[in-house]
Protein backbone atom coordinates (compact mmCIF):
# COMPACT_ATOMS: atom_id res chain seq x y z
CA UNK A 1 0.00 0.00 0.00
CA UNK A 2 2.95 2.41 0.41
CA UNK A 3 3.69 2.09 -2.94
CA UNK A 4 0.65 4.42 -3.48
CA UNK A 5 2.11 7.21 -1.37
CA UNK A 6 5.16 7.06 -3.29
CA UNK A 7 2.92 7.50 -6.70
CA UNK A 8 0.91 10.71 -5.39
CA UNK A 9 4.68 11.82 -4.49
CA UNK A 10 5.89 11.57 -8.37
CA UNK A 11 2.82 12.82 -9.69
CA UNK A 12 2.86 16.09 -7.71
CA UNK A 13 6.94 16.33 -8.31
CA UNK A 14 7.24 14.88 -11.77
CA UNK A 15 6.56 17.96 -13.63
CA UNK A 16 8.96 19.93 -11.93
CA UNK A 17 11.59 17.74 -12.99
CA UNK A 18 13.28 18.76 -16.34
CA UNK A 19 11.42 17.44 -19.19
CA UNK A 20 12.94 15.07 -20.91
CA UNK A 21 12.89 13.85 -24.66
CA UNK A 22 12.43 10.18 -25.67
CA UNK A 23 16.36 8.50 -25.45
CA UNK A 24 17.12 10.58 -22.44
CA UNK A 25 18.25 9.18 -19.07
CA UNK A 26 15.88 10.10 -16.58
CA UNK A 27 16.64 10.28 -12.32
CA UNK A 28 14.76 9.76 -9.35
CA UNK A 29 16.15 9.68 -6.28
CA UNK A 30 14.30 7.45 -3.24
CA UNK A 31 15.04 6.03 -0.05
CA UNK A 32 14.69 2.33 1.55
CA UNK A 33 11.60 2.98 3.60
CA UNK A 34 11.42 0.13 6.32
CA UNK A 35 7.77 -2.00 4.07
CA UNK A 36 11.21 -2.33 1.61
CA UNK A 37 13.09 -4.57 3.65
CA UNK A 38 13.03 -8.61 3.60
CA UNK A 39 13.58 -10.86 6.80
CA UNK A 40 17.82 -9.94 5.92
CA UNK A 41 16.92 -6.66 6.82
CA UNK A 42 17.93 -5.19 3.38
CA UNK A 43 15.59 -3.95 0.41
CA UNK A 44 13.31 -7.03 -0.94
CA UNK A 45 14.43 -8.38 -4.58
CA UNK A 46 10.20 -8.16 -5.46
CA UNK A 47 10.36 -4.41 -4.08
CA UNK A 48 13.14 -3.62 -6.72
CA UNK A 49 10.91 -4.65 -9.65
CA UNK A 50 7.82 -2.56 -7.86
CA UNK A 51 10.05 0.44 -7.76
CA UNK A 52 11.09 0.54 -10.68
CA UNK A 53 7.46 0.83 -11.97
CA UNK A 54 7.68 4.55 -10.41
CA UNK A 55 11.24 5.38 -12.48
CA UNK A 56 8.93 4.26 -15.85
CA UNK A 57 6.19 6.60 -15.13
CA UNK A 58 8.67 9.31 -14.27
CA UNK A 59 9.59 9.05 -17.06
CA UNK A 60 6.33 8.81 -19.15
CA UNK A 61 5.66 12.08 -17.47
CA UNK A 62 8.81 13.91 -18.39
CA UNK A 63 8.72 12.91 -21.95
CA UNK A 64 5.07 14.00 -22.57
CA UNK A 65 4.25 10.64 -23.07
CA UNK A 66 1.05 11.09 -20.50
CA UNK A 67 -0.58 13.12 -22.77
CA UNK A 68 -0.30 11.18 -25.35
CA UNK A 69 -1.21 8.28 -23.45
CA UNK A 70 -4.44 9.94 -22.18
CA UNK A 71 -5.41 11.14 -25.81
CA UNK A 72 -4.95 8.13 -27.64
CA UNK A 73 -5.90 5.71 -25.12
CA UNK A 74 -2.85 3.98 -24.93
CA UNK A 75 -1.73 2.20 -21.82
CA UNK A 76 1.73 0.36 -20.80
CA UNK A 77 1.96 -3.58 -20.81
CA UNK A 78 5.33 -5.39 -19.42
CA UNK A 79 6.45 -8.27 -21.55
CA UNK A 80 9.29 -9.26 -19.33
CA UNK A 81 12.10 -8.00 -17.06
CA UNK A 82 15.45 -9.37 -16.22
CA UNK A 83 17.36 -7.95 -13.03
CA UNK A 84 20.99 -8.52 -11.90
CA UNK A 85 21.66 -7.87 -7.67
CA UNK A 86 24.84 -6.64 -7.22
CA UNK A 87 25.75 -4.36 -3.63
CA UNK A 88 22.33 -4.52 -1.28
CA UNK A 89 20.41 -1.84 -0.36
CA UNK A 90 20.12 -0.81 3.31
CA UNK A 91 17.40 0.45 5.89
CA UNK A 92 17.10 4.08 4.98
CA UNK A 93 19.50 4.60 2.58
CA UNK A 94 19.20 6.68 -0.28
CA UNK A 95 19.72 5.76 -4.27
CA UNK A 96 18.92 6.76 -7.60
CA UNK A 97 16.80 4.87 -9.75
CA UNK A 98 17.73 5.97 -13.27
CA UNK A 99 15.48 4.93 -16.37
CA UNK A 100 16.47 5.01 -19.81
CA UNK A 101 15.13 3.73 -23.40
CA UNK A 102 17.76 1.32 -25.26
CA UNK A 103 15.87 0.73 -27.83
CA UNK A 104 12.95 -1.04 -29.75
CA UNK A 105 11.24 -3.34 -32.55
CA UNK A 106 8.26 -3.81 -34.18
CA UNK A 107 6.69 -5.18 -31.09
CA UNK A 108 8.65 -4.33 -27.48
CA UNK A 109 10.43 -1.47 -25.98
CA UNK A 110 13.49 -1.96 -24.34
CA UNK A 111 14.49 -0.07 -21.21
CA UNK A 112 17.18 -0.21 -18.98
CA UNK A 113 16.19 0.86 -15.04
CA UNK A 114 19.71 0.95 -12.17
CA UNK A 115 19.24 1.60 -8.96
CA UNK A 116 22.36 3.65 -7.78
CA UNK A 117 24.69 4.98 -4.90
CA UNK A 118 26.81 7.64 -5.57
CA UNK A 119 27.33 6.41 -9.04
CA UNK A 120 28.03 2.45 -8.28
CA UNK A 121 25.24 0.23 -9.48
CA UNK A 122 23.49 -2.18 -6.71
CA UNK A 123 20.92 -3.47 -9.04
CA UNK A 124 20.48 -3.42 -13.01
CA UNK A 125 17.50 -4.83 -15.13
CA UNK A 126 16.48 -4.66 -18.24
CA UNK A 127 12.75 -4.72 -19.38
CA UNK A 128 10.55 -5.21 -22.51
CA UNK A 129 6.71 -3.06 -22.39
CA UNK A 130 4.84 -2.39 -25.35
CA UNK A 131 1.42 -0.28 -25.30
CA UNK A 132 -2.15 -1.06 -25.96
CA UNK A 133 -4.67 0.46 -27.03
CA UNK A 134 -7.85 -1.88 -26.01
CA UNK A 135 -6.89 -5.46 -27.07
CA UNK A 136 -4.66 -4.27 -30.11
CA UNK A 137 -0.92 -3.53 -30.02
CA UNK A 138 0.73 -0.30 -30.75
CA UNK A 139 3.17 -0.01 -33.19
CA UNK A 140 6.41 1.05 -31.98
CA UNK A 141 6.86 2.79 -34.74
CA UNK A 142 3.34 5.01 -33.95
CA UNK A 143 5.05 5.55 -30.52
CA UNK A 144 8.73 7.33 -31.86
CA UNK A 145 6.94 9.02 -34.23
CA UNK A 146 4.83 10.50 -31.78
CA UNK A 147 7.38 11.05 -28.83
CA UNK A 148 9.29 12.82 -32.56
CA UNK A 149 11.60 10.19 -32.85
CA UNK A 150 12.69 10.31 -36.71
CA UNK A 151 15.12 7.43 -38.30
CA UNK A 152 16.02 4.26 -37.17
CA UNK A 153 15.74 3.20 -33.04
CA UNK A 154 19.48 2.61 -31.74
CA UNK A 155 21.16 -0.70 -32.30
CA UNK A 156 20.88 -3.31 -29.07
CA UNK A 157 22.68 -6.42 -28.06
CA UNK A 158 20.55 -9.24 -29.63
CA UNK A 159 21.40 -11.83 -27.23
CA UNK A 160 19.87 -9.49 -24.05
CA UNK A 161 16.77 -9.17 -26.19
CA UNK A 162 16.61 -13.07 -26.79
CA UNK A 163 17.23 -13.83 -23.26
CA UNK A 164 14.11 -11.32 -22.34
CA UNK A 165 12.30 -13.91 -25.01
Do not use: C
Not at 7 to 14: K, N, Q, R, V, Y
Not at 118 to 125: E, F, K
Request: aromatic share 10%; no cysteine; hydrophobic share 45%.
Amino acid sequence: MNLIFRMIWLFATAWRRPAAGMLDETRIALRVLPSDLDTNMHMNNGRYLTIMDLGRVDMIIRTGMWRLVRERKWYPVLGGAQISFRRPLDPFQRYELTTRVMGWDEKWIFMEQRFEVAGTVHARAVVKSLFLKGRDKVPTSEIARAMGHEGDPPAMDGELIAALG
